[in-house]
């Protein structure tokens, strides 16, 4: 029984050496990341990025399968590059004429965008400390232990160095199977698929925490603020002065922290601003004489046209005074909600309840306790209330200062509708020249195509006229070739009015026509639809062709198996999703199909969404506002 | 032979009753509308019926629907759906109830009039109808889907299947591919095989094996 017992403790220290063997590893492997990444990043030699990543999967894999099979936590690997018709790659834009260069990046794109590349890089730095403890304790416990015994035995320690040496021994051996456990623990911690099941209270403490940091965030960009308004305040002084240059740069850094604001308020405080600036003006027409014109002004240079049409265009947009007011008022009012949340914090804690417990054991210097001087227990119990407050307040103080912001940067009613005009007139243009062209396409291919073979038909039909005496036998050649022609045509304009306005969509509507572009897609593809009733005949036409064009592109997309398509209507938009299960990866922006897409739902204000993370699914979201007529009754 | 037409173009109309005529068959009603329509195939009960898909008041698929639900009172009536364009998602609701005489169409296949009226008589004799183009779709995504039901017939099993789905009887499908009218039947039978058809009237399984042929994918 008991031989059992050490033999089990001398498995579990030589499994546990192992498990230090890894710590060792995560040195290596920091040193390696040291090595490569500094010249990687800091000498701008890219191409050695990749390695520490490929030589950190296979280390962390290997250290995975020795701690017991801990679950592979990565997205899947992006596709090899598919060569163009060319022969060349394409990655971003660019054209490669070797498949290296798009591998490298799509590799770090995958390996940068996975949390779990961080949570890698975690571990490589912390393991050296934890995995070395847990790894090697055992076997110094045992073989430290045995040494003793030894060197007691032998006579160089006193007798009693016996009793340590058995103990340590014996908790190296009894401890060995635990922290080889703990280890493994700690690695499928972090190194496998992170939990993402909270606690209600941890999820609930979680929350304040994470505002109070934001506010802390916040009080930091407010200090950025007051700089601003200092530097705002100088280059108006300045350009008083006649000092213009001054402005410009200015201005544009207090757009480039307004827009961080904004963009923070969306996501930290769920209150939406949008951006209120007035669009860069195109440089004006060239006058007859070769000057341009700004404001009154005439300028023979690009370069100085260019100068003053932004000095103006910058001055005249009534945001750029906004964003300056607000960066004086954002250290006050947001320094003031900062101190409601976070200052109530840190002083209840720091400045009531530690002081107060140092006056109650009358530490030899007790730092100043203004009021309450004379009531320590009092000041505990105020400063426990008041960063609790701070706490509890620290979600509502964020969503205010979300309005707070606001109330300065979003854009005033003149420049939301100066917007929303400024919108219109490009999404019209876009529309009537989408139209344009597309009429040119019919005209093109009916003049092509059934008109002439009408032509041909008629010509036909006169010989056939000539022939029938004469030549019985030709005139029914003719005949034949005369139907084959009419039939050619019938063909080429159900092709066109297919291209127009599909019969189906005339027939039975939206989701019936999408069912029958699902039976005809190359993908098995499902339809899922709640709509209770019919959108307009020209939003149905314009998100029949987005659906059409969304299927063609999940079905070119590699390893989608199937696609999903969703239509609902929630009350004053319609939405469509249309959803594959393949790789993902897609690049919104590319593709012509699709910004035609935009362009013809931007005519109903209706919207596109591309979602597609490395490793999928590939979601694209069509959202067109728009009112529905009562319900077709159905037959069937 | 007693033929319903509704076709609400008149030219279309006239050309097709003039047609009809010609090759022995009695035109007891050519209507314009839905409702007519309707009407019409209830109290005139006629042999086949010719219905065009859209048809006023609304200028949608009234000619469809009402072919539909005509079919719901009186089961297995014939009707040949004449479009002029040709949709999988129509040829499953026309075949759904599984009873057969139906045909569907493109009206560009009244320019051969030997086999429009062949057509016409084989839907009459509660066989099916449909346009070539329905299947060649069919057959051309089915090339493009790897893991289908069709995917493990045979090529001639295929080529049997598509003149089988345009409604052609075994002798026909024999002359066409060149085959004795015999080897066609052991064709039929391994298709029905492989597509799970229970051994019942051969006809109804026709009806049913085109089904399953329109039916298969998501």
Redesign the interface.
């Known amino acids: 029984m008991t031989g059992d017992w050490v033999v089990r403790g001398f498995v579990a220290t030589l499994h546990a050496l192992a498990r230090g063997g890894c710590a060792v590893l995560s040195v290596l492997l920091l040193a390696a990341h040291v090595a490569l990444m500094v010249p990687g990043f800091g000498l701008g030699l890219v191409f050695l990025l990749p390695w520490p990543f490929v030589v950190m999967r296979r280390a962390t894999n290997a250290v995975r399968r020795l701690s017991g099979g801990v679950p592979l936590p990565y997205l899947p690997r992006p596709p090899a590059p598919a060569p163009e018709p060319d022969g060349r790659y394409q990655y971003n834009r660019r054209l490669y004429r070797s498949p290296f260069w798009p591998r490298q990046q799509r590799y770090l794109e995958w390996t940068l965008g996975d949390q779990a590349t961080w949570r890698d890089i975690g571990w490589m730095v912390a393991n050296p400390v934890v995995g070395g403890l847990l790894g090697f304790a055992p076997a110094a416990l045992v073989l430290g232990g045995l040494a003793a015994v030894m060197t007691a035995a032998v006579g160089f320690l006193p007798w009693w160095a016996l009793v340590p040496g058995l103990a340590a021994a014996t908790a190296g051996l009894a401890t060995a199977p635990a922290l080889v456990r703990a280890h493994d623990a700690w690695a499928r911690r972090i190194l496998g698929p992170p939990q993402t099941r909270i606690g209600s209270l941890k999820a609930w403490l979680g929350i304040r925490l994470l505002a109070l940091l934001r506010m802390l965030a916040l009080a930091g960009l407010a200090v950025v603020s007051a700089l601003l308004a200092v530097a705002s305040l100088a280059a108006l002084t300045a350009s008083c002065l006649g000092f213009v240059v001054a402005l410009p740069p200015v201005v544009r850094w207090t757009r480039a922290v307004a827009t961080v604001r904004r963009r923070l308020a969306d996501r930290w405080s769920g209150v939406r601003v949008d951006q209120p600036y007035r669009p860069e003006p195109a440089l004006p027409p060239l006058r007859p004489d070769g000057l341009y014109e700004v404001g009154g002004h005439l300028y023979r240079s690009r370069t100085w046209t260019r100068y003053h049409q932004q000095l103006s265009w910058l001055r005249r947009d009534p945001a750029t005074w906004r964003d300056m007011s607000w960066t004086a008022a954002d250290p006050i009012v947001g320094g003031a909600l900062v101190l409601g949340s976070v200052g109530a914090l840190a002083y209840g804690f720091l400045g009531l309840v530690i002081a107060g417990l140092l006056h109650i054991v009358h530490a030899p210097e007790p730092p100043g306790l203004r009021v309450f001087a004379d009531r320590p227990w009092l000041a505990v119990v105020t400063g426990v209330a008041l960063a609790v407050a701070g706490v509890l307040a620290a979600p509502a103080a964020l969503r205010a200062h979300g309005r707070w912001t606001a109330v300065l940067l979003a854009p005033t009613a003149e420049a939301r509708l100066n917007l929303r005009v400024q919108q219109l007139t490009e999404s019209r243009a876009d529309a009537t020249q989408a139209q344009a062209a597309e009429l040119r396409r019919i005209e093109r291919d009916l003049h092509d195509g059934a008109q002439a073979r009408l032509v041909a038909l008629g010509l036909a039909l006169g010989t056939i006229e000539q022939l029938v005496e004469q030549d019985p036998a030709g005139a029914r050649r003719m005949l034949v070739e005369a139907?084959q022609t009419?039939?050619k045509a019938?063909?080429e304009l159900?092709d066109l009015?297919?291209g127009i306005h599909p019969?189906?969509l005339?027939?039975?509507g939206l989701v019936?026509a999408v069912?029958?572009l699902?039976?005809?897609a190359?993908?098995?593809?499902?339809v899922t639809a709640d709509l209770p009733g019919r959108p307009p005949e020209p939003v149905e036409a314009a998100v029949y062709f987005a659906v059409n064009e969304a299927l063609a592109n999940a079905g070119k997309h590699a390893g989608a198996a199937?696609v999903a398509v969703t239509i609902d209507y929630d009350g004053s938009a319609l939405r469509v999703t249309v959803g594959d299960d393949g790789c993902g990866g897609a690049d919104p922006t590319l593709g012509s199909g699709l910004r035609g897409v935009r362009h013809r739902l931007a005519a109903f204000d209706g919207t596109v969404r591309v979602s597609s993370p490395t490793g999928g699914p590939t979601l694209v979201v069509l959202e067109v506002p728009c009112a529905l007529s009562s319900p077709r009754t159905?037959?069937? | 032979m007693r033929v319903v037409l509704a076709e609400d173009l008149y030219l279309l109309r006239e050309g097709l009753k003039q047609l009809l005529t010609a090759h022995g068959f009695e035109v007891v009603a050519a209507v314009e509308t839905g409702p007519e329509l309707l009407r019409a195939l209830l109290d005139l009960r006629p042999d086949v019926a010719v219905v065009d898909?859209?048809l006023p008041p609304t200028?949608?698929?009234e000619g469809?629907?009402?072919a539909?639900?005509a079919r719901k009172q009186i089961p297995g009536l014939p009707v040949l759906v004449l479009?002029?364009?040709v949709?999988?998602?129509y040829a499953?609701?026309l075949l759904a109830d599984g009873t057969g005489g139906i045909g569907y169409l493109l009206?560009?296949r009244v320019?051969?009039a030997d086999q429009f009226v062949d057509a016409i008589r084989r839907v009459a004799a509660g066989g099916t109808a449909m346009d070539p183009d329905v299947i060649a779709?069919l057959l051309a995504?089915d090339e493009?889907?790897a893991e289908s039901t069709v995917a493990r017939l045979t090529v001639r099993e295929r080529e049997v299947l598509e003149l089988m789905a345009e409604g052609r009887s075994n002798a026909a499908i024999g002359q066409r591919l060149f085959l004795s009218e015999s080897a066609v039947g052991k064709h039929t039978a391994s298709i029905f095989g492989k597509l799970g058809l229970a051994p019942s009237d051969d006809d109804n399984r026709r009806v049913l094996a085109v089904l399953a042929f329109l039916d298969r994918?998501?």
């Open positions: 139907r009419s039939a019938l063909t159900r009015v297919r019969p189906v005339a027939e039975r019936d069912r029958a699902a039976l005809d190359p993908l098995p593809t499902t199937r159905s037959i069937s | 898909v859209r200028q949608t698929d469809l629907q009402a539909l639900a479009s002029q364009h949709e999988r998602l499953r609701e009206k560009d320019f051969n779709k995504q493009r889907r994918g998501p």
